[in-house]
């Protein structure tokens, strides 16, 4: 009878090792997408967000999209004219390493 209580005492401390195993790496996946907002502008964010309807991640969302587009098109260059070329050779050299890019 002894073994057999050990053996079911094994098996409990195996279960509830694999339970807290899938309990923490959740937890740490759910940590992974999260950001801290400063209080004041949660509150702010919280307010517009109830008189739209919505939540505050919708609109933090929204938030990030605009700020990566504008980045984004910050980024993109506008193109170079051939009198600018000719003025500067060295703007050709840009034009040729964007290709290949």
């Known amino acids: 009878m002894n073994k057999y209580k050990r053996f079911i005492q094994n098996q409990y401390e195996k279960a509830k090792s694999t339970a807290s195993g899938f309990i923490s790496s959740r937890s ?50 506008t193109p170079i004219s051939v009198d600018q070329k000719e003025d500067n050779p060295l703007l050709y050299l840009d034009g040729i390493c964007k290709r290949e890019e």
């Open 28 to 77: 740490e996946e759910q940590e992974k997408g999260t950001i801290e907002l400063n209080p004041q502008y949660y509150v702010e964010l919280k307010a517009i967000a109830d008189l739209q309807s919505t939540n505050v991640q919708a609109i933090a969302n929204e938030i990030i999209v605009q700020y990566l587009v504008s980045v984004n098109a910050q980024n993109e260059s």
